[in-house]
């Protein structure tokens, strides 16, 4: 994988147009907490589900498989009784992590300054199983 920066020049594949589809890949309120928690490594099901309390489980199963069709995520199946499925990161999915983790950074530092100093704001609390460390 080849990943390039930009100085901000627009060329066929830079621009508004791929920023649009890199955000479509992990928007939404559970990709991006999903790719975080498997940045520490791969993860069953359940532990995933525990790391996220709020989400269902049937919306835990459409937001892994959307990330697996997307190439973000990879599941393995072992054969095994009871069946064991993990979830990973793929190459394509470790090629985020420096972002999501500067995502997070970023929003720990806008909480503790920007909303303080808007107290009318509305106040976003942090989802269940994420702390200030990676995760692991």
């Known amino acids: ?10 060329g066929p594949n830079v621009g508004p147009g791929s920023l649009q589809s890199t ?15 498997l940045i520490g490594g791969a993860k069953r099901f359940n532990e995933i589900r525990r790391l996220c ?6 919306m835990l199963t459409l937001q892994l498989r959307d990330l697996e ?8 199946v072992y054969l095994q009784v009871p069946r064991k499925v993990e979830y990973s ?3 394509w999915g470790r090629g985020l992590e420096t972002a999501i983790l ?8 806008y909480s ?4 303080k100093e808007h ?18």
């Open 1 to 10: 994988m080849s990943v390039q920066r930009g100085s901000g020049a627009s």
């Open 23 to 37: 955000l479509d890949l992990i928007g939404g309120k559970w990709k991006g907490v999903l790719l975080y928690h």
């Open 53 to 58: 309390p709020g989400i269902s489980q049937r």
């Open 69 to 76: 069709r997307s190439g973000l995520v990879h599941r393995e």
């Open 89 to 91: 990161l793929t190459e």
């Open 102 to 109: 500067n995502i997070k950074s970023w929003g720990e530092a």
């Open 112 to 115: 503790e300054e920007f909303c």
């Open 119 to 136: 107290p009318q704001l509305p106040e976003y609390p942090a989802p269940a199983g994420t702390d200030t460390n990676i995760p692991g």
